[in-house]
């Protein structure tokens, strides 16, 4: 099968399968790692203690709220290794999931089976960080990190019920042959969703001086990996200069986007440019994304938890309007900014 026969073949398993076209945003909850030696990754060249880049628990809830109005999805949680402990995690958990009305997806590093136990209703699922096809390649871009504990995080995350995922960056080393050893994990471990990211080229790494996959790769993995896999949950990752990428990886059998910041997005002229790459891809499709990237007015100063949640907690609601006073603050501040981007 030729490319244009993949790409055909993965836009209708994709419309058979799914309704709805998701932006999603990952929550850091601090910008620090202990290991800190991930070859790609702009945290291995940040050279400050580990309280720096810890984020408050009104930053975090602030901006859940600002993504359950613009109905996006929370992408997932994400943090470098040894920032918080696992109960502080499980709580930040909870205060997501109830102002979201959704379990949360979890990709903080890996986390024994006792750490899981903290855990209930509120976890979706967790996100093992392979970031490539081999384990040999990993090893070289992540010395500090394990593939083998990698892989018991994912048994054990299927042991206790929770649902799996996992990140792969394309265009950092990875050979397009490889793809039937990512396939093979992806079955044998019954991964339920797979974020690919295209490499950013970060100042003061390795791959400082190289480019971004060409965007036929990256389209030409994704219509594979939707080929091999009709009903996986597949997120794609991309930068404000390649906007234009979109509607090509929704058409090669991606669910969502993601990678956006919102002071660079909503509203402004990119996240215009997205909305229009969305609503052209919508006259093609069946899919359709119900939330906003431009309308302002749909970020208020107000706490409100979903009236008809998968996910209820009242006594962490009692906890966050405890700190009302607090996040209205924040989101106040996170929508000054969106308007001065504007």
């Not at 993949?6 to 209708?12: C, I, N």
């Not at 997501?96 to 890996?110: K, Q, S």
């Not at 490539?132 to 995080?153: A, G, H, I, R, V």
Request: charged letters at 30%; proline letters at 3%.
């Amino acid at each position: 099968m030729d490319f244009l026969d993949r790409l055909t073949k993965a836009f209708e398993l994709t419309e058979r399968n799914f309704d709805s076209i998701d932006i999603e945003r990952a929550i850091f909850l601090s910008y620090h790692c202990d290991l800190a030696d991930c070859k790609f990754c702009y945290m291995s060249t940040i050279k400050t203690g580990p309280k720096k880049g810890l984020r408050s628990l009104e930053s975090l809830f602030a901006e859940a709220f600002l993504v359950k109005m613009a109905n996006w999805k929370v992408e997932f949680l994400s943090s470098g290794y040894g920032v918080y402990d696992t109960k502080k995690i499980a709580d930040i958990v909870k205060g997501v999931a109830c102002i979201t009305g959704e379990p949360v997806w979890l990709n903080t590093g890996i986390l024994e089976k006792e750490e899981l136990s903290f855990f209930g209703e509120e976890l979706k699922g967790i996100t093992a960080s392979i970031e490539t096809f081999t384990e040999e390649l990993f090893q070289k871009l992540c010395p500090s990190k394990s593939w083998n504990k990698m892989m018991d995080f994912l048994d054990i995350a299927d042991e206790l019920g929770y649902k799996k995922g996992i990140t792969i960056i394309l265009g950092i080393g990875e050979k397009k042959e490889g793809l039937v050893n990512l396939f093979e994990i992806i079955k044998n471990y019954k991964i339920d969703r797979v974020t690919f990211y295209s490499l950013n080229p970060h100042k003061g790494t390795i791959f400082e001086g190289s480019v971004p996959p060409a965007s036929l790769y990256y389209i030409d993995v994704v219509s594979e990996t939707r080929l091999m896999f009709p009903k996986l949950e597949i997120i794609t990752g991309i930068w404000s200069d390649r906007i234009n990428l979109a509607g090509p990886l929704l058409m090669a059998g991606s669910n969502g986007i993601t990678k956006f910041s919102w002071q660079k997005f909503y509203g402004s002229k990119l996240g215009k440019s997205l909305n229009s790459e969305i609503k052209e891809f919508e006259k093609i499709s069946k899919r359709r994304f119900y939330g906003s990237m431009t309308d302002i007015s749909l970020l208020q100063t107000k706490l409100e938890f979903p009236r008809e949640p998968l996910y209820k907690n009242e006594a962490v609601e009692k906890e966050i309007l405890k700190k009302s006073d607090q996040i209205k603050e924040r989101i106040e501040s996170y929508i000054s900014e969106i308007k001065k981007s504007n």
